[in-house]
């Protein structure tokens, strides 16, 4: 089982990042996928969620608006698409994968820095 995240980076505020999750090793069609974010000493937070057809999406109240999430079941990877970023937005962007009832797993995450 591995999810590897990507296209995380430095970026200035009000700019755009895609993240990308490449999921292998398991049924990624059944399961749900989210995205959770740990800035330094705070706790991790969740972010987005989708389910696994991607007909259905949720979002924290600080990104509603500026990200979404989407995925592509032929290609076994999950998206985060963040717009207008802000300073607050710099964390550890982590994927998770879920399938109830006793399966689930966390990618090793990609480090996301917004400042000017």
């Known amino acids: 089982v591995q999810l590897v995240e990507s296209g995380g980076g430095l970026v200035q505020p009000g700019g755009s990042l895609r993240l990308s999750c490449a999921a292998s090793g398991f049924t990624f069609s059944s399961c749900g996928m989210s995205w959770y974010r740990q800035a330094p000493g705070k706790e991790r937070k969740f972010v987005a969620s989708?389910?696994?057809?991607?007909?259905?999406?949720n979002y924290a109240d600080s990104v509603k608006g500026r990200f979404t999430i989407s995925r592509d079941n032929a290609k076994n990877t999950v998206y985060l698409q963040m717009n207008s970023l802000k300073p607050e937005d710099t964390a550890v962007y982590y994927c998770r994968a879920v399938r109830l009832p006793d399966f689930g797993s966390w990618g090793r995450g990609t480090q996301v820095t917004v400042s000017a």
């Open positions: 989708i389910t696994t057809s991607g007909g259905g999406t």
